[in-house]
């Protein structure tokens, strides 16, 4: 036998013993997947956001098949998904309460507010960890945008140097708010009658009204018309608490400086 003849049957031989490794490596380690786990996969909203507490979609429909985890985390998904994947497990659907983000910055970042001028990479996080930001404010949105490029939805814009949230186009994801390096967007249940404070400015109010004209001064004026203790002053800033607000919306008319806003009239 010529050794080329040689060298090609002991290759196919090679090859073979191979394939029958493998074939016998899959047979004998095959781990069984619950169809229910691909099913539940193809009904999420498919955007591996996180907002479930999970790695992706996948690993979420995984914990639900195989732990039992809630089927109304998907808030991207909403009401759609979680009926979707009640019907693939046999169980009740949950009640899926709509989440939205919300931005708790009022001001507009004009020429005549800003400290500096940045000409590097528009960036919130690389102008915060250079200088802590352009703005007078310290503690409002830095307006380069890290939310817009985290969001897959296309539902925060920056307008007038501030993030705007569209609230059509809004999943509640939370991507946006784990993006921001001010920590000025929080994701909260959708309500058409509970405000927001739309500012987190912890200056006293004559440091502030320097620094925006859209800024909570921390007047107390919203605590003493709320009847619900909803709503208190902690750190010149006033800060509502979600769960103990009824929508009553006395303390939007009593704010003078128009910070507290019902979220979808923003």
């Given at each position: 036998m010529s050794p080329i003849l040689m060298a090609i049957v002991l290759?196919?031989?090679i090859g073979l013993i191979g394939a029958i490794i493998l074939?016998?490596?899959?047979?004998?380690?095959?781990?069984?997947?619950?169809?229910?786990v691909e099913k539940i996969t193809a009904v999420l909203a498919g955007a591996n956001c996180g907002a479930c507490g999970c790695a992706g979609c996948a690993d979420y429909a995984k914990s639900i098949v195989e732990d039992g985890n809630a089927i109304n985390k998907c808030t991207p998904g909403g009401a759609k998904s979680v009926?979707?994947?009640?019907?693939?497990?046999?169980?009740?659907?949950?009640?899926?309460v709509p989440m939205k983000a919300v931005v708790a910055c009022s001001g507009t970042c004009d020429k005549t507010s800003k400290k500096y001028?940045?000409?590097g990479i528009q960036s919130c996080q690389a102008v915060k960890g250079l200088y802590g930001g352009d703005g007078m404010c310290q503690y409002g949105c830095l307006?380069?945008?890290?939310?817009?490029r985290a969001c897959a939805f296309d539902a925060i814009h920056i307008v007038d140097g501030i993030a705007?949230?569209?609230?059509?186009?809004?999943?509640?994801?939370?991507a946006?708010?784990?993006?921001?390096?001010n920590h000025v967007i929080s994701v909260i249940p959708e309500h058409k009658r509970k405000p927001v404070v739309a500012c987190q400015n912890k200056d006293k109010g004559a440091q502030t009204r320097k620094a925006c004209t859209a800024g909570c001064i921390?007047?107390?004026?919203?605590?003493k018309v709320c009847h619900f203790d909803a709503i208190k002053v902690e750190n010149n800033v006033a800060y509502i608490d979600q769960d103990k607000c009824k929508g009553c919306q006395l303390c939007v008319k009593e704010c003078p400086m128009g910070v507290i806003h019902i979220p979808s009239a923003l």
């Open positions: 290759v196919t031989v074939v016998a490596a899959s047979i004998f380690m095959y781990v069984p997947v619950d169809e229910r009926a979707a994947i009640a019907e693939i497990m046999g169980v009740q659907a949950e009640a899926s001028e940045f000409e307006g380069y945008g890290d939310c817009t705007k949230v569209d609230r059509e186009k809004c999943t509640g994801c939370g946006c708010a784990a993006a921001c390096p921390g007047c107390m004026k919203c605590t």
